[in-house]
């Protein structure tokens, strides 16, 4: 029964009951009461398995406050998988062209530090090719085989995005002369 419990108590009681195992009640308890005190809005809790809850506080007149619990999880994980999508191939899952313009900026103004960088084209000859007589399914497997292998091929440095169609770009910084 959590009737009359005071906010410690009952995240105390979820804590040990499995509910939130991570959370740290003191922490949380001095952040929530600060947030009480405070401006109105949210406040972010992870609870098991990825689970968030939004906490929104909204005052009483009689001075008290009333505190609403909300299970925003799937909202977070849509806006998540947006912000993957908007920098992000949905058929390689390697970088686009946006995450590519970015990071060619950050190695370009970084160049007098880390030294010379180098930007690779990759073009599969004659795609079209694989996609009319095998199909898009083959050719789609195709290119996420050649992603594979070009990330396998790169150090943790370089930047490997799908361009375009059957295009590839290779951002590698720093690079040795020899």
């Not at 929530?32 to 405070?38: D, P, T, W």
């Not at 795609?127 to 199909?135: H, Y």
Request: negative net charge.
């Amino acid at each position: 029964d959590v009737n009359g419990m005071t906010a410690r108590e009952l995240l105390t009681h979820s804590v040990g009951a499995g509910q939130a195992p991570h959370l740290d009640v003191e922490h949380f308890i001095s952040d929530f009461e600060a947030h009480l005190a405070g401006v109105m809005g949210s406040i972010f809790v992870e609870i098991r398995d990825g689970q968030t809850l939004a906490l929104t506080r909204q005052r009483m007149e009689n001075g008290g406050s009333v505190v609403i619990a909300e299970d925003i999880t799937d909202r977070r994980k849509a806006e998540e998988r947006i912000r993957h999508l908007a920098h992000y191939d949905s058929l390689t899952d390697l970088p686009n062209r946006t995450y590519l313009h970015d990071a060619l900026q950050r190695m370009l103004s970084d160049m007098r530090r880390s030294g010379p960088l180098a930007i690779l084209f990759v073009d599969l000859d004659q795609f079209k090719q694989v996609n009319d007589t095998l199909g898009h399914p083959r050719g789609d497997e195709l290119l996420r085989a050649v992603a594979g292998r070009l990330r396998g091929l790169l150090r943790r440095s370089d930047v490997v995005a799908r361009f375009g169609g059957d295009e590839f770009v290779v951002l590698q910084s720093p690079v040795r002369s020899t």
